[in-house]
């Protein structure tokens, strides 16, 4: 079973989520998307213990820590393989054009294709690939729990305008999330949980699909 804890951080409240599989207290991160005195925290206290650091996507409001976590824990960074070229370009995960500044690079241990999963204490991480916001975009379920990155948010979706989003792609990944046989509960990169049962009835862009 594990355990999620919610932690929001920088400018844009990116959802940063500390997963604790409670039987081997291995932990995963996902999206630590700026510099965090709580994260610091945890990482000094559990250097050990963190086992992956989980990337729903490449923008640097996702990834802004994770060379920080890299260096000072166990931690092995994980991200779908298409956008792996974009921890390294911060044109591309639009640190540039948003912030003004780079975030630091940092080189993936592990890239995921569609489907792929990773053993997580005595649990199971599996990835989807679900491209729109970005090509690489993923989502990660790990038992009932559904982490959506920027593809699927409470009733609201990511954005698919900037280079290398695509509304088409992101339709057909919302109709992939749509059709999960379980009521997965979600947590989106930005903003409130929500479950897919709620999102299938009102959030207007997976309505627009199914
Ligand atoms: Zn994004």
Known sequence: MIEVQTIQVG??????????????????????????????KIAQRYAEKIK??????????????????????NAKIVISKIDEPLLKDNMLNLAIPFDGRPVP?????ITLQDNDILPFGNTEIRFLLTPGHTKGSGCFLIENHLFTGD?????????TD???????????SLRRLAELKQNYKVYPGH????DMQYEKMYNPYINSVI
Not at 57 to 68: E, Q
Not at 105 to 109: G, I, K, L, M, R
């Open 11 to 40: 400018e844009l409240d990116t959802n940063c989520y500390i997963i604790t599989d409670t039987e081997t207290e291995s932990i995963a991160i996902i999206d630590p998307g700026d510099v965090s005195k709580k994260l610091q």
């Open 52 to 73: 992956y650091i989980l990337l729903t996507h490449g923008h640097f409001d996702h990834i802004a820590y994770a060379k920080y976590l890299q260096n000072t824990t």
């Open 105 to 109: 690079e940092v080189q993936a241990d």
């Open 151 to 159: 593809t699927l948010m409470k009733l609201s979706i990511g954005r």
């Open 162 to 172: 900037f280079p290398n989003g695509n509304i088409g792609e992101m339709k057909n």
């Open 191 to 194: 903003g409130n949980l929500s």
